[in-house]
């Protein structure tokens, strides 16, 4: 089915802000290109993370949007969103899903998280490097991206890979809430969880999730929902990678899927952003720490 791509060029600095935005309106992937490069040289890097990839002076930014988007609309929403950047460089195409899933596959290798759990593409084989003990997440190209490859699921696969390590993760249920591509409900299942719920307001992020599950062998262990649809349990481990102002709307929603003595972590905060979700919290979590990775944040805690 095609969807509608936005594309734009603008100077690396402006880069963060530019990408914000088209997240926080619905963007089902943000792609980066080299402005400066000849045609038949450009290096798309999907997923991008500030200061993890090394940028260039200038930049194309390309957004994959549902094929229905009002481009009108769009617009409307990008300058409500930040009106001092300039949209009228804006330019719309409709692009067929393989375009993006072969870029995706071209860009994206095999990448460790902690110590032992790998995210690896289908057509890739695993790095001789990996040991024995490799925990490997396999994972198709789809529309609700989560690769591994942005900070924001870095982060979380990091926190789940230590919990695995220290046995908190052994025969325990997990809640992945903001599901998208499943990459950390699955990780959860191969590190030990006994079963994971993964929960997204997007269907086409459980149909991913799902087949993901699927193609891993842990689909048995495996439910996905809308959130009017999520049980209303409590988890010993729940991890929610969406956007901080999500993360502060759901914040009761989220603590009260928490069992006492549980472990949250949240992710998707830009830095700077952490102290007031901070306070959000500290009603219902104890020891609430927080890590960083370029310029996204993480916070974890453990439910009173």
């Known amino acids: 089915m095609p969807h509608l791509e936005l594309s734009l060029q603008c100077s690396e600095a402006e880069q963060p802000r530019y990408a914000r935005a088209l997240e926080d309106v619905g963007a089902l992937a943000v792609t980066m290109l080299d402005a400066d490069a000849d045609t038949g040289n450009e290096h798309a890097i999907l997923e991008p993370g500030v200061g993890e990839t090394p940028l260039w002076n200038s930049v194309v930014l390309a957004a994959l949007f549902d094929a229905g988007t009002d481009a009108l609309a769009l617009l409307a929403a990008l300058d409500a969103f930040d009106g001092d950047l300039d949209w009228t460089r804006v330019g719309f195409r409709t692009v067929e899903d393989q375009d993006w899933e072969r870029a995706w596959m071209d860009q994206y290798a095999p990448l460790r998280f902690g110590e032992r759990t790998w995210i690896v593409p289908w057509n890739h084989a695993l790095p001789d ?133 549980g472990r949250i972590a949240l992710s998707g905060i830009l830095d700077g952003q952490e102290e007031e979700l901070l306070r959000r919290y500290r009603p219902w979590f104890d020891t609430l720490a927080v890590a960083r990775e370029g310029d996204w944040v993480r916070i974890d805690g453990v439910r009173r």
């Open 129 to 261: 490097e990996a040991g024995e003990d490799a925990v490997v997440v396999r994972l198709d190209p789809g529309l609700a991206f989560g690769s591994g490859t942005h900070p924001t699921t870095s982060l979380c696969l990091q926190w789940l890979d230590t919990l695995a390590a220290r046995g908190e993760l052994s025969g325990r249920q997990v809640l992945d809430y903001g599901c998208g591509s499943g990459i950390l409900a699955l990780a959860a299942l191969k590190l030990g969880a006994a079963e994971a719920v993964g929960v997204d307001n997007d269907p086409q992020a459980l149909l991913a999730t799902a087949d993901n599950a699927q193609r891993n062998g842990v689909d048995a262990a495996l439910a996905v929902h809308l959130p009017a649809d999520a049980p209303q349990a409590t988890y010993p481990v729940v991890v929610a990678n969406i956007l901080a102002s999500a993360l502060d709307a759901l914040a009761e929603v989220l603590a009260e899927r928490v069992a006492p003595g």
